[in-house]
């Protein structure tokens, strides 16, 4: 099944074995949830009491103020959790809603099943409880990742600092944006006229090339 290779790749099921994931899927009460494009996954203020975890299509984590300017905080794909640290932390609201990008399959587990102790006693279940420290530090790289653009103080900063995460996820000078012009305006919390503008400056100062979402670093 497809969401079984998207789950042995992810942090929480590293090093559990393919055949042995469906067993503890069944074993922690886990299901799957369908969410329409632009469907809301999570929403603001919400208790959360279970791990999600993308297994199709891709999500974004977004904050509305009070004038209705919508930031984008994550940008949340297949493999990608939805909610693990308000889970961890318990009786928590979110702070942010969740929103489906696309078509997307959310499959969800219990927090309280993965911190029980297993009544087998089985080595899989330590690895999994050992591996969801591992993806809360990641999360939590993320949201740092996220921060990092904010506090830039020129918008030019924030834009160079993205794209050169994107460049060293992209393992090359070259890469697509996983976002639009207003998707990007709002990641970087600006103005998307005075973005479109810096880029444009950008290019032809020669620090960057890009057409529409194909970007390049010189």
């Avoid at 509305?64 to 909610?83: A, C, H, P, Q």
């Amino acid at each position: 099944m497809h969401y079984i290779n998207v789950l042995k790749n992810s942090i929480l099921f590293y090093g559990i074995e393919p055949k042995d994931v469906n067993e503890m899927l069944s074993c922690l009460s886990s299901y799957i949830k369908e969410y329409k494009k632009d469907e809301i996954i999570l929403s603001e203020s919400e208790y959360v009491d279970k791990i999600g975890i993308i297994i199709s299509g891709c999500a974004r984590s977004i904050k509305n103020d009070v004038s209705g300017k919508t930031t984008i905080i994550t940008l949340l794909n297949e493999g990608s959790y939805v909610g693990v640290l308000l889970a961890a932390s318990k009786n928590r609201e979110s702070p942010v809603s969740v929103q489906a990008s696309d078509n997307t399959i959310v499959l969800y587990i219990p927090i309280d099943n993965v911190f029980r102790r297993c009544e087998k006693n089985c080595v899989r279940h330590e690895i999994l409880t050992r591996n969801l420290f591992d993806g809360l530090s990641q999360k939590a790289m993320v949201l740092h990742d996220r921060n990092d653009c904010l506090i830039k103080s020129t918008l030019r900063d924030k834009i160079m600092t993205y794209l050169i995460r994107l460049s060293k996820e992209q393992n090359s000078a070259e890469f697509v944006l996983p976002l639009d012009r207003n998707g990007l305006s709002e990641y970087l919390n600006a103005d998307r006229s005075a973005l479109s503008r810096e880029l444009s400056k950008m290019q032809k100062e020669g620090l960057i090339n890009f057409t529409k979402n194909h970007f390049r670093l010189n």
